[in-house]
């Protein structure tokens, strides 16, 4: 089957000054994304795992243009985002959504649930008149398995899976093309998380939608992820179709977080048991791999060279000296 690129990401890189200075040499940044480059294809799901503070959030908001890239190109149906200004981006904006963890803290508590969903229509469906936008947003709630009776309720009267689809009805709105789901199930009990992904699944069929998945949950990415890219500090450590990560991991990093999810336990990955050693600092990564520090392979070369991203076959790449 044909694969048809609709993100083509290029060494991006998002530093955050956390320290001025006069000279360039005395201002410390965070290298929170370092150098990304990765695709992602019409209607798949990409998943993006990696333990707290390795980027992905930040990614996924750099993505949408939240944030403005400190260097890189991100190119969407085969024009450049970067350096779009804001007019420019929003006529995007209706293309692409983000669906936050938090369904409470994304909605404005003082909003009824129509007004919530009726947001981005407001902005940007000026054409729809008060009674359409009603019906439509009745459509909406049925398609996330809710009834109209919600309409004029607030936020504060549901659950947390109930306030994740009313979330949801919001965000596929304005018909995206594209959607970051960012701990989108995170904060749900296992057996809601299920039903929200299968939510999301069956809106992914319905409406041609492109996921890029967000996690540190290693189950949860496995069960939703066409494709899964593992980050660390910034880096991709490696990206490949999702059986395949999870039959022939590369990475010594992929190789122990599939362990010990394997191993059955009831981890998540933010949990420090998961590999010996913390992780670093991002203000003090040293040179060469940046998994070095806690890495059971690492050797000499390790600890001088960065290893690039490398293809190991057309779809799977990994980033280390000693993958084969
Ligand atoms: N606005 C900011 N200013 C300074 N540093 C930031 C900012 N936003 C993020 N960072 C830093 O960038 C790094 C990546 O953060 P990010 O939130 O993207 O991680 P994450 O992978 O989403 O983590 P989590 O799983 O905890 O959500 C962290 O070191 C974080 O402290
Ligand atoms: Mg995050």
């Known amino acids: ?29 965070v290298k929170a994304v370092d150098g990304l480059s990765f695709e992602i294809y019409e209607g798949e799901t990409l998943g993006v795992i990696g333990e707290s503070g390795c980027g992905k959030s930040t990614l996924g908001r750099n993505m949408l243009r939240l944030e403005e890239p400190t260097s890189g ?51 940007f469906r000026k054409d729809m008149t008060n009674e359409q936008k009603t019906n439509y947003i009745i459509e909406l709630l049925e398609i996330v398995g809710l009834t109209k009776d919600v309409l004029n309720r607030y936020p504060h009267e549901f659950s947390g899976g109930q306030k994740q689809r009313i979330v949801i009805a919001r965000g596929i709105a304005l018909n995206p093309s594209f959607v970051v789901c960012d701990e989108s199930v995170s904060a749900l009990d296992v057996s809601v998380q299920a039903q929200v992904i ?55 990093y992929t190789k122990s977080l599939i362990n010990l999810v394997s191993s059955g336990e009831k981890v998540k990955i933010n949990d420090k048991q998961i590999l010996k050693g913390e992780i670093p600092s991002p203000l003090q990564i040293s040179a060469g791999c940046p998994f070095n520090t806690r890495c059971p392979q690492a050797q000499d070369k390790c600890f001088k060279e960065k290893p690039l991203l490398e293809d190991l076959n057309e779809t799977h790449k990994v980033a280390c000296f000693f993958a084969n």
């Open 73 to 123: 190109s991100i190119i969407f149906k085969g024009r450049d985002i970067v350096g779009l200004d804001k007019r420019q981006m929003l006529e995007l904006r209706k293309e692409m959504q983000f669906i936050f963890q938090d369904p409470h803290s994304s909605m404005n508590p003082k909003l009824t649930i129509k007004d919530i969903i009726s947001e981005p229509l407001d902005n």
């Open 1 to 29: 089957m044909d694969k048809k690129l609709l993100f083509e990401v290029k060494d991006i890189k998002k530093y955050f000054l956390i320290k001025k200075a006069k000279k360039e040499e005395d201002k410390v940044y």
């Open 198 to 252: 299968n939510l999301l699944k069956n809106l992914q069929k319905k409406f041609s939608l492109t996921y890029m998945f967000i996690s540190h949950d290693l189950r949860v990415i496995k069960h939703i992820s066409d494709r899964i890219m593992v980050l660390y500090l910034g880096n991709i450590m490696e990206i490949a179709e999702s059986n395949e990560l999870f039959k022939n991991p590369k990475h010594p």
